[in-house]
T-cell receptor
Framework: ETGVTQSPTHLIKTRGQQVTLRCSSQ?????VSWYQQALGQGPQFIFQ???????GRGNFPPRFSGLQFPNYSSELNVNALELDDSALYLC????????????FGQGTRLTVV | SQQGEEDPQALSIQEGENATMNCSYK?????LQWYRQNSGRGLVHLIL?????REKHSGRLRVTLDTSKKSSSLLITASRAADTASYFC???????????FGKGTRLHILP
C-alpha cells in the first residue's frame, strides 16, 4: 500500500477563494508531483518538486503554486478559484530516478461552486 | 498535453477472458508505466518497463514495449470482477522527468 497521504479528502470552495491542499510523501522519497484530473480524463501534470525546488511545470497558470518542505511533504495552492478548477487533485511521490515508479495518494476532490 | 493515448477508450469483457489494452506515445522515453484507478480515486502502480526491455510479467499482467513503433500493450489474463477499473499508461522521458499520462482505458468485467 502507498505511504502517500493527502488532506483533505473532499473540499468545497466558492469561486474566487483560495485553497491549500497537502501531501505527505512516502518515506525516503525526495520528489513530489501534483496532478489535476477532471472527470473522465487522465491526470494532467501541474508541477514537480525535487529537494524543495520546482523542476518541472505543466500548462497551468501562475495561480497554481506549490511548496516542498525539508521533510519532502508538499502543498498545492490555488488562488482565485474558478469553476473549472473542480477536479480530483493527486499527489505522487518518487525517488526522482527515471527507473522507479511513482506512488500516488488517494487524492483531494475539490468542488468549486 | 498528454503523451500517451490508450486504445480502446472502453472495453467490456466476460469474467475469465483476457483483456488487452494498447498505448501509443509520441516522443522517446526512458520508461513506460501502467497504472490502475478505481472509481476516480488514487492511482495504483502496476508495472514499469524500461526502454531497453521488451516484455515484463507481474502475476496476471504482461506488458510489452515496442520502441520502434512507440507503443505498449497491457494484457490482463483470466480477468476478474475486481479488475474493473480505468487503466492508464504513463511515460517518462529522462532522469527526474515528469510522468505524463494518457486518457485511459475503462475496463468493465462482466459477471
Amino acid at each position: 500500500e502507498t505511504g502517500v497521504t493527502q488532506s483533505p479528502t473532499h473540499l468545497i470552495k466558492t469561486r474566487g477563494q483560495q485553497v491549500t491542499l497537502r501531501c505527505s510523501s512516502q518515506s525516503g522519497h525526495n520528489t513530489v508531483s501534483w496532478y489535476q484530473q477532471a472527470l473522465g480524463q487522465g491526470p494532467q501534470f501541474i508541477f514537480q518538486y525535487y529537494r524543495e525546488e520546482e523542476n518541472g511545470r505543466g500548462n497551468f497558470p501562475p495561480r497554481f503554486s506549490g511548496l516542498q518542505f525539508p521533510n519532502y511533504s508538499s502543498e498545492l495552492n490555488v488562488n482565485a478559484l474558478e469553476l473549472d478548477d473542480s477536479a480530483l487533485y493527486l499527489c505522487a511521490s518518487s525517488l526522482g530516478e527515471w527507473y522507479t515508479e511513482a506512488f500516488f495518494g488517494q487524492g483531494t476532490r475539490l468542488t468549486v461552486v | 498535453s498528454q503523451q500517451g493515448e490508450e486504445d480502446p477508450q472502453a472495453l467490456s469483457i466476460q469474467e475469465g477472458e483476457n483483456a488487452t489494452m494498447n498505448c501509443s506515445y509520441k516522443t522517446s522515453i526512458n520508461n513506460l508505466q501502467w497504472y490502475r484507478q478505481n472509481s476516480g480515486r488514487g492511482l495504483v502502480h502496476l508495472i514499469l518497463i524500461r526502454s531497453n526491455e521488451r516484455e515484463k510479467h507481474s502475476g496476471r499482467l504482461r506488458v510489452t514495449l515496442d520502441t520502434s513503433k512507440k507503443s505498449s500493450s497491457l494484457l490482463i489474463t483470466a480477468s476478474r470482477a475486481a479488475d474493473t477499473a480505468s487503466y492508464f499508461c504513463a511515460t517518462s522521458g529522462s532522469r527526474d522527468d515528469k510522468i505524463i499520462f494518457g486518457k485511459g482505458t475503462r475496463l468493465h468485467i462482466l459477471p
